[in-house]
């Protein structure tokens, strides 16, 4: 009886005191978030009907906006609730609240894998150029889908052992930062060892390029080289303001080690994360040559047909 109680009472809504900036915040969130989710929808759905764009490395340029799409989508619930409840001056926890912050993780996880394919299908392409099975559109495909469930497996554990927790100043469930074997598990299978693996391709990449330049290469196979190196600074760039916007969290994270962090640290380093996503589409799109002319070709042929109307 004490437990159901307990239950019902964590699930009641309760009044509490709202800072002003709040509010302000939480519609700086989601015009953010709103605008990833049309820049991704928009791109994915000009790489689905485009025949040009219709390429194994553009296949996994549509899985980094899918990634970005689902965790930009499962960001905006979070804070339309979180807005909501804010005017309305409560702190409540709803039933779908644990289901967020599971989401939170598979979408990141999603998110920071689908660059490590970009990494390593670049590094095949241009190191192993003869080797056509990774270059198949069937092995990319079955490496996504990997990638999705290791995303989906990995942080399952905490929705079963109750980790996932509601952050009451925060209106948000999350694991509780602080020194514990949850937190470090959940940072090197999310965040460390994608960064590192990535950087690590990185490395192998341009020694290669630097091996290859002092010796008698044909023309093409160095240009390819270069390419393909300047498209993994794509990537790395991607990882580097992520890294950059992430540093809040990163910092609460580090703190909580030793301390307690601010109080409304999860508010603070989200803000920070909502910005890096729509950094993310923005330097996606710039390194994507095949979308850019899409689009550039599509915005030439409307001012064609624009403009002979008006004259």
Known sequence: MSVILTMIYNNSPSITNIQSWFIPCDIFNVICLSLVIILAF???????????????????????????????????????????NDLKQLQYKDLFCELRGYLTYVSCAGLNCSFLLHAF?????????????????????????L???YAFIFPIRFMFTG???????????????????????????????PMVLIMFI??????????????????????RARRKLKMVRGTVTLLMIIFILDFPYALFLFMSFFTSPPIYHFRIA??????????????????????????????NMRVEIILPNVL
Not at 132 to 137: A, I, N, S, V, Y
Not at 163 to 173: F, H, K, P, T
């Open 121 to 145: 299908y670049r590094y095949v392409t241009v190191v192993y150029p003869t080797r056509l099975f990774w270059r198949l559109k069937q092995i990319q495909l079955l490496l996504i889908g």
């Open 202 to 223: 990185y490395y192998k990449l341009v020694g290669y390029i630097h091996w290859i330049n002092q010796r008698i290469t044909p023309v093409n196979t160095l240009v």
């Open 270 to 299: 989200y803000i920070f994360i909502n910005i890096a996503l729509a950094c993310v589409m923005i330097v996606l799109f710039q390194f994507t040559d095949p979308l850019k002319n899409s689009i550039m070709k599509r915005l």
């Open 147 to 149: 990638t999705w469930l």
């Open 163 to 193: 980790e996932i927790i509601y952050n009451i100043d925060n209106q948000i469930c999350q694991i509780p930062l602080g020194l514990s074997c949850s937190i470090n598990f959940m940072g090197l299978f999310l965040y460390i060892s």
């Open 42 to 84: 928009i791109f994915l759905l000009i790489i689905s009907i485009d025949k040009t764009c219709h390429t194994v490395s553009m296949m996994l340029v549509a899985n980094s906006f899918l990634a970005a799409l689902i965790c930009a989508g499962n960001l905006l619930w979070i804070n339309v609730i979180s807005l909501q």
